[in-house]
């Protein structure tokens, strides 16, 4: 007699560290009774080529692909989706029949919440222009707004993305001069451990009315999120981007909807948020 085969997914970076993708995903398959399992793969960048060769002939069934990788994987893949091409960088592998095909989710988890809102923007302002924010500003740009700025620390980094995406730029220290109806937080400021007082937007900038989403999650309630509530403005925690981004990878491996709150709850034990 011989076992069941499982169907084999995992997640592939360097270092890997923590990752709550395991926990997220063998939970999901457990609760459709799917047999399958998801490991953690570290993967140096001088083993990626071995990796992708073991995914074409193991096969390995999906995978989730984070730092380093995102941007050299592209090269091992048949096919690459509008939304990773937009990014320039995937974070999911998948079939497509014999092809492998490079996503990436992290577009759709950013807008699923202001989908969710019915949110039109028309001005947002993006702060921070690392590798969370080339996601954010397809995603914007996916959902047709037509008025974006950055502005980050750095000011050459946020002249690079502008000029790829065709956006504009403001110094970190003019932004609280743009009138905008969302304001995105793609930094780490407000993360919990040595950033958690930090806030990349002062509570006197709030001024009109407007949307303020953090990309952060934990903790849920940030210190931009906080002030921004107190001023009035709607808010969105960053576990609704990082729920959606994991359950868009689940359903591009299995079909199925992992539920949001499902997602939530699990994030939020395993945080102890
Ligand atoms: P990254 O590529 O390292 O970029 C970080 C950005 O934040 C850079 O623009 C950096 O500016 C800026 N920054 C860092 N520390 C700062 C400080 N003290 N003051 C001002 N600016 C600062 O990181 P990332 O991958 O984009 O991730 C950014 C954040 O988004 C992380 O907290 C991550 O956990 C979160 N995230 C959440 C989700 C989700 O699903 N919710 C998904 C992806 C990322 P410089 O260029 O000047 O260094």
């Not at 953690?40 to 984070?66: C, N, Q, W």
């Not at 969370?132 to 037509?146: F, H, N, P, W, Y």
Request: hydrophobic content about 40%; aromatic content about 8%; some cysteine.
């Amino acid at each position: 007699m011989t076992a069941p085969q499982k169907k084999l997914y995992g997640i592939i970076g360097h270092p890997l560290g923590h990752t709550m993708s395991p926990a997220l995903h063998n939970s999901g398959f457990n609760m459709f009774s799917l047999q399958s399992v998801y490991m953690a793969f570290p993967t140096p960048p001088e083993k990626l080529a071995d990796f992708m060769k073991s995914f074409r002939t193991v096969p390995i069934h999906g995978a989730s692909v984070t730092i380093p990788h995102k941007e050299t994987v592209m090269r091992y893949v048949d096919k690459v989706t509008p939304r990773a091409s937009a990014v320039g960088a995937v974070n999911t592998l998948y079939w497509e029949k014999d092809l492998i095909v490079g996503d990436n989710t992290d577009v759709l988890g950013f807008m699923a919440p202001l989908k969710d809102k019915k949110n039109t923007s028309k001005k947002a302002l993006v702060l921070g222009a690392g590798g969370a924010a080339k996601a954010v500003l397809a995603g914007l740009q996916e959902l047709g707004t037509s008025d974006i700025t950055i502005c980050n620390r750095t000011l050459q980094r946020a002249e690079k993305l502008a000029a790829t995406f065709k956006v504009n730029t403001i110094t970190w220290d003019e932004r609280g001069s743009v009138v905008a109806d969302l304001v995105i937080n793609t930094t780490p400021m407000g993360m919990a451990g040595e950033h958690v007082n930090e806030t990349p937007y002062l509570a006197e900038m709030f001024t009109e009315h407007g949307v303020a989403y953090d990309l952060v999650y934990n903790p849920l309630e940030t210190t931009f999120l906080r002030a921004a509530k107190e001023a009035g403005w709607e808010t969105i925690d960053g576990l609704h981007m990082f729920a959606a981004q994991g359950a868009e990878q689940f359903r591009l491996w299995t079909g199925k909807k992992l539920p949001h709150d499902h997602i939530r709850k699990l994030v939020s034990n395993l945080l102890r948020l």
